[in-house]
């Protein structure tokens, strides 16, 4: 890949990159478009990465299909698909990561303390790897983007950082591949999530801005689920992540949610622009 990639760069081509852990479904599938949009060769690379999974997470039965993955990348016209194996990532005697630092520790950091130190090891490594110009993530882990931009920015990475829209159900509800862990009733109840962003923005178009008031409101309605527990619903400043008590025109801000629903821990969010 690292060859290739080289070969690519020498040859003028520009190098689109959709780093993924496999199970795609359509949110994955729009970064491809947006690549193949923007870039001569797209570049997708499928690898389940253990280092952003702590111990009593879903690593082993997090789910996997190559099959029907591949299918999908190839009617999608992806160029390559890049599938390293965990003994060449992590060979033994690995001993190097990327620690983020502050905006790795709050909201997801909170509860997912190793988390984003995983993320930004193998993100860095398939940089280097994959040596994109461009690399598309999806607005759903939107504090893995900034994240990633940060990293980037901060460890001068020669890349632009595409950050591509939350595709959702039918109903509402947020894609991720972590869908597929819910029972057929949590499965219908997770869309609450959703309409208590829809009801957060609601209220902000009827010029609420007291952030209090509006995280209250979206509690009443995520109260809806039955077996639920909520981790956070925090309202923040778009760049710095930071939790705002009062929304001010100007800025942007992201309604960030992270719940379990029965077992399954699904996150979501909305970009308030006023
Ligand atoms: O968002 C994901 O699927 C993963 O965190 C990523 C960026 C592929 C790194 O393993």
Do not use: W
Request: glycine share 6%; net charge neutral; with cysteine.
């Amino acid at each position: 890949m690292q060859e290739f990639a080289g070969e690519l760069r020498l040859s003028k081509k520009t190098i689109g990159f959709v780093p993924t852990m496999g199970y795609l479904h359509q949110g994955h599938m729009s970064l491809v478009q947006e690549s193949k949009a923007r870039s001569s060769c797209t570049v997708v690379s499928i690898f389940v990465n253990p280092t952003q999974f702590a111990p009593n997470e879903d690593l082993a039965k997090y789910p996997r299909d190559l099959k029907k993955d591949c299918l999908l990348l190839e009617n999608a016209g992806v160029d390559v698909l890049f599938f390293p194996d965990a003994q060449e990532i992590y060979p033994e005697g690995f001993d190097t990561y990327i620690y983020p630092d502050s905006l790795s520790r709050i909201h997801e950091g909170e509860f997912r303390p190793i988390h984003f130190r995983g993320v930004c090891t193998i993100v860095g490594m398939l940089f280097n790897i994959v040596k994109p110009h461009f690399a598309f993530f999806g607005q759903k882990d939107a504090q893995q983007a900034a994240v990633i931009k940060r990293m980037c920015t901060d460890l001068k990475f020669d890349l632009e950082v595409v950050v591509c829209p939350i595709i959702r159900e039918n109903d509402g509800l947020a894609m991720s591949s972590r869908n597929v862990y819910l029972a057929p009733k949590e499965r219908q109840q997770a869309v609450k999530l959703y309409e208590s962003l829809l009801h957060a923005q609601k209220l902000i178009s009827e010029g609420v801005r007291n952030t209090n008031r509006i995280v209250e409101e979206m509690i009443q309605i995520i109260k809806g689920i039955e077996n639920h527990k909520l981790d956070y619903i925090r309202i923040v400043n778009a760049v710095n992540f930071s939790e705002v008590e009062m929304l001010k025109t100007g800025a942007d801000y992201y309604i960030l949610i992270a719940c379990r629903v029965g077992v399954t821990r699904l996150i979501d969010n909305e970009l308030i622009r006023f």
